[in-house]
């Protein structure tokens, strides 16, 4: 049955957007603090950083498709792609199916190199482990939602 909105049913509705936005807010903050934090201890400049994360994700990808997501030109992202290799954090390989093109693929690093990554991905997995099944599921849909509409705001 529907019911129409009193005035304390749109103040009660804010107050949770507000707190969800804040919370999130927050959260992306925070991310933001800790990735340029790990990426200048690996001294990695943060276009490098977010270049492994979209690799490691979804690697292998061809220039290109690294060059949109990082937003880079492709003068730009063959010369992010140079430090990287050059670093060990990547490497390029032929395409199985494309001998035009190649495909740039992680290589995973020892902990010793991003160990502060370890002890938040560690702390995130205690976290999540600790939410019921359902909570889990929320948060995860909640999550990818986001993931998906900033994505889609970033490529108009």
Request: hydrophobic share 45%; glycine share 4%; with cysteine.
């Amino acid at each position: 049955m529907d019911k129409n909105l009193d005035c304390q049913d749109i103040k009660t509705l804010r107050e949770k957007d507000i707190s969800i936005a804040e919370a999130f807010a927050r959260y992306n903050a925070t991310l933001l603090s800790m990735s340029a934090s790990v990426a200048a201890q690996l001294k990695l400049t943060l276009s490098e950083m977010v270049a492994c994360e979209h690799l490691k994700l979804d690697g292998p990808l061809k220039p290109g498709e690294l060059a949109e997501r990082v937003q880079l030109s492709s003068g730009a992202i063959t010369a992010l792609i140079d430090r990287l290799e050059k670093r060990g954090f990547v490497e390029r390989k032929r395409h199985p199916s494309d001998r035009r093109s190649v495909l740039v693929h992680y290589l995973p690093q020892e902990e010793a190199v991003v160990g502060r990554l370890y002890a938040i991905q560690r702390r995130f997995m205690e976290e999540a482990d600790a939410l019921a099944p359902a909570e889990r599921e929320s948060v995860a849909k909640f999550l990818s939602v986001m993931a998906g509409a900033i994505a889609e705001i970033i490529e108009t």
